[in-house]
């Protein structure tokens, strides 16, 4: 199966801008791997925060936006907040299986 | 209110079986994709699979073929992972979500496989 490879960390400022990126082995990532990305804090289930690219929750803060960048998908963080600090995972679906990646754990420091 | 709530998880031997449950209350279920994710502990999330509204569609990660089974019972508004021939490294946590935009999780059942 395929391998999706994220940023294994970021540190970001308060108040700053991050992007973090999913890219996917069998290359570029488009619209039909319907990229998701998720937020983890610790001890806690996922968050889906993002889905299809760019289509947020009625829970997502508007800080957070999705795209596609580069041949990869991205989240990016504008005004980081103290509580944004966690673990960040894409999801890509690949004609029937799903694959996530390894993660990105984004610190706010 | 939408509610995911896993069960059937524990300590079970190498080699050995257990059954997972997630039931779902607060939506229409037979409307929905289910997915099974897991996470090992200290690990990052892994998709184990899926399955469509009405059973005739399923996917699994390679890792798990041949040994787990994704089935749902749209009566008892419930979705089950029949998992066999269990290995230490499928030790995690079993989540089940709702594949709507994976908008709904259930707080996962620990799976612990080891003699």
């Known amino acids: 199966q395929a391998v999706v490879t994220q940023e294994p960390s970021l540190t970001v400022s308060p108040g700053g801008t991050v992007t973090l990126t999913c890219g996917s082995s069998?290359?570029?990532?488009?619209?039909?791997?319907?990229p998701f990305w998720l937020q983890q804090k610790p001890g806690q289930a996922p968050t889906t925060l993002i889905y299809?690219?760019?289509i947020k929750h009625s829970w997502t803060p508007a800080r957070f936006s999705g795209s596609l960048l580069g041949g990869k998908a991205a989240l990016t963080l504008s005004g980081a907040q103290p509580e944004d600090e966690a673990d960040y995972y894409c999801?890509?679906?690949?004609?029937?299986?799903?694959?996530f990646g390894g993660g990105t754990r984004l610190t706010v420091l | 209110e939408v509610q995911l709530v896993e069960s059937g998880g524990g300590l079970v031997q190498p080699g050995g079986s257990l059954r997972l449950s997630c039931a779902a209350s607060?939506?229409?279920?037979?409307?929905?994709?289910m997915k099974w994710v897991r996470q090992a502990p200290g690990k990052g999330l892994e998709w184990v699979a899926n399955?469509?509204?009405?059973?005739?569609?399923?996917y699994y990660v390679d890792s798990v073929k041949g040994r787990f089974t994704i089935s749902r019972d749209n009566a008892k508004n419930s979705v089950y992972l029949q998992m066999n021939s269990l290995r230490v490294e499928d030790t995690a946590v079993y989540y089940c979500?709702?594949?709507?935009?994976?908008?709904?999780w259930g707080q996962g059942t620990l799976v612990t496989v080891s003699s």
């Open positions: 979500a709702r594949d709507s935009g994976l908008d709904y």
């Open positions: 069998t290359g570029a990532v488009s619209r039909g791997h319907r």
């Open positions: 299809n690219v760019d």
């Open positions: 999801l890509l679906l690949y004609s029937g299986p799903w694959v």
């Open positions: 607060g939506f229409t279920f037979s409307n929905y994709w």
């Open positions: 399955i469509k509204e009405d059973e005739s569609e399923k």
